[in-house]
């Protein structure tokens, strides 16, 4: 039996298998709200054979948006918006569905990739629809970028605020699974680092205060959550940088997130300085491994994963428990489908597409409809 191919449980939510659809910003929402490109996306992506579907980072507020395309789930408007994609997505999928949570903090109010080139840099100016950002210090995050106003504790409870109130949002759409992005230098995670968080209060300094205010975040967020539903958190193990986030720091903030009641880590790194980062299949396996070992945190592996064997091997060893894709499954939306043929399973697929599911006539599929949900 393949070891991919096996369920999990977290809390009430039993995955059907171990791959994960990564959160990916498509940069293509109208002032927060989902556009009909999500309908789409998510769509197609759900009939992948996938175990779960993660949404693209969401902004809990208008200024925690990586940029104006974003999503946002801060107000009606963009919950309705919500509301009729995954409408449409349930009505062909029984796929569980989480949704990443997060505010973009000094690396907010820029532009989408593909419109950054020439002599457009990357962040939005005031008079091209952008906005001024926040951190934990007034550090901004290259030479570049404008610098970002460091956070009092009256903004700081609002943002919590907005997290919780994110998190009621959640619930009311019916969504699974909800992780909060605490990597790649947004918010949460530039108040992990060291290279943006320079605070002397209770909020800065060593680890334990560097976390505390990520961790009042995912405090809130539980309280919010219904039990039944698992949370997760992104962060990252390292930030490749002298003067960052080292590993043991990661692996503290792991037992402390386990501690509150969260229940798997993605484990990530880089993004809180401009750094030349060792790229290679499966390169951050070895952080997601030390802390499954050290905080015994269900953990996600993410980066470069391409070959269903490369993915086998990292669940059977027990580096990982989740496997999560990103460009992988941009570049083939029916990842699950092959790796299933060649690991020897199955994944359940709709019946439409019942007559791609062989490989030398031999079928790999569950040739039973899949459930509405």
Request: aromatic share 6%.
């Amino acid at each position: 039996m393949s070891a991919l191919f096996q369920p999990i449980t977290l809390r009430e939510l039993t995955l059907p298998n171990r791959i994960v659809v990564s959160p990916m910003c498509q940069y293509s929402a109208v002032n927060g709200c989902a556009s009909d490109w999500h309908v789409i996306h998510l769509g197609h992506l759900a009939l992948s054979g996938a175990g779960l579907l993660i949404i693209e980072a969401t902004g809990v507020e208008p200024a925690g948006r990586i940029s104006p395309g974003c999503l946002g789930l801060y107000s009606d408007e963009t919950e309705a918006a919500l509301a009729r994609v995954l409408e449409v997505v349930r009505r062909h999928s029984a796929i569980p569905i989480g949704i990443q949570l997060g505010h973009a903090g000094r690396k907010a109010s820029t532009r989408a990739a593909w419109e950054v080139g020439g002599t457009r840099g990357r962040t939005l100016g005031m008079d091209e629809g952008g906005w001024a950002t926040v951190a934990p210090s007034a550090i901004p995050f290259g030479a570049d970028w404008p610098a970002p106003a460091a956070l009092d504790g009256r903004s700081m409870d609002r943002i919590v605020a907005a997290f919780a109130q994110a998190t009621e949002r959640c619930a009311r759409l019916g969504l699974d699974l909800i992780e909060l992005h605490s990597a790649h230098g947004y918010l949460m995670s530039a108040f992990l680092s060291p290279l943006a968080n320079r605070r002397n209060d209770e909020f800065g300094g060593d680890i334990v205060g560097r976390m505390r205010f990520p961790l009042r975040i995912v405090e809130a967020v539980r309280a919010a959550w219904p039990a039944t539903r698992p949370l997760g958190v992104r962060f990252n193990g390292t930030d490749w940088a002298d003067g960052g986030i080292t590993p043991e720091e990661a692996v503290t903030f792991a037992q402390a997130l386990a501690r509150l009641g969260c229940d798997y880590a993605d484990v990530s790194s880089g993004g809180n300085a401009a750094v030349s980062i060792p790229l290679s299949p499966g390169y951050q396996v070895p952080l997601a491994e030390r802390i499954r070992r050290e905080s015994g945190l269900t953990t996600m592996a993410v980066g470069l994963i391409r070959d269903p064997l490369h993915a086998e091997q990292i669940v059977a060893s027990g580096q990982a428990d989740l496997i999560a894709l990103g460009r992988a499954m941009l570049n083939d939306p029916r990842w699950p489908w092959h790796a299933a043929e060649t690991l020897g399973a199955k994944v359940s697929v709709p019946p439409p597409y019942w007559r791609g599911a062989t490989t030398a006539g031999v079928p790999h599929f569950d040739m039973r409809p899949s459930p509405s949900a």
